[in-house]
């Protein structure tokens, strides 16, 4: 298996702009998460996933980001408008098992900068 | 808030045992103690997991006291591709068991 794919895995933006970052998951993974890590916060869970459906979704900073898992392929991560202060390593993980009971694999990231 | 407590940094000589200390004293019975590793750049990498029981794999070596309180990352023959920064998620205490990674500790491994 290739692992969880990310893509674009850089991305550098103007603030206004609409940003939207993409995630594959492992085949056969019930669960998808997308984490958010800063210097200043380390990796924060943003949003996750059971069977394409959003389960919890508090750690979503406001409502200028959005996620969505149309198939249990592929997910999208939205910022619109995008601002300087999102900028961050924006990692997709994905597990069989829910979030604290069974392993997650994470993709390599995309380095998100807006200026 | 993270709910698990680990050092900020460590160092350890190669080829040395690397101990890595975690905290976690709000954790439930039925929850897992996970650790992570995070290699610069990289994305986070499973390392090894144990309820209660101590666990080695190929990787490392798991101890959790016998409250489950605590546990201690063994890496037996630290080196220099074992610098990374290390962390034991927690879970949130919530309904959903979301894993809470904080901000982890940095180990250093010197030639």
């Known amino acids: 298996d290739a692992g969880v794919i990310q893509s674009p895995r850089h991305e550098v933006t103007e603030m206004g702009q609409e940003v939207t970052l993409r995630c594959k998951p492992i085949?056969?993974?019930?669960?998808l998460f997308w984490y958010r890590q800063t210097m200043m916060r380390g990796l924060e869970l943003l949003i996750y996933?059971?069977?394409?459906?959003?389960?919890?979704d508090s750690g979503m900073p406001e409502d200028r980001f959005s996620a969505k898992m149309p198939n249990a392929s592929f997910s999208t991560l939205k910022i619109q408008p995008s601002e300087p202060r999102d900028s961050a390593v924006y990692f997709c993980?994905?597990?069989?098992?829910?979030?604290?009971?069974?392993?997650?694999?994470f993709g390599p990231g995309t380095r998100l900068t807006v200026l | 808030d993270a709910k698990t407590t680990q050092p900020t940094s460590m160092d350890c000589a190669e080829g040395r045992a690397a101990n890595l200390p975690c905290n976690h004293s709000?954790?439930?019975?039925?929850?897992?103690v996970y650790w992570y590793r995070q290699i610069h750049s990289q994305g986070p990498q499973y390392i090894i997991h144990?309820?209660?029981n101590n666990e080695t794999n190929e990787m490392a070596s798991l101890i959790i006291t016998e409250d489950r309180k605590s546990s201690t990352l063994i890496l037996p023959h630290a080196t220099l591709r074992d610098t990374a920064v290390y962390y034991c998620p927690s879970g949130d205490g919530g309904s959903q068991g979301n894993l809470i990674f904080g901000k982890g500790t940095k180990l250093s491994v010197k030639p």
């Open positions: 085949s056969g993974h019930d669960y």
């Open positions: 144990g309820l209660k």
């Open positions: 996933f059971n069977n394409n459906v959003p389960i919890d």
């Open positions: 993980a994905s597990s069989y098992g829910g979030p604290a009971t069974d392993t997650q694999y």
């Open positions: 709000t954790i439930s019975g039925n929850e897992y």
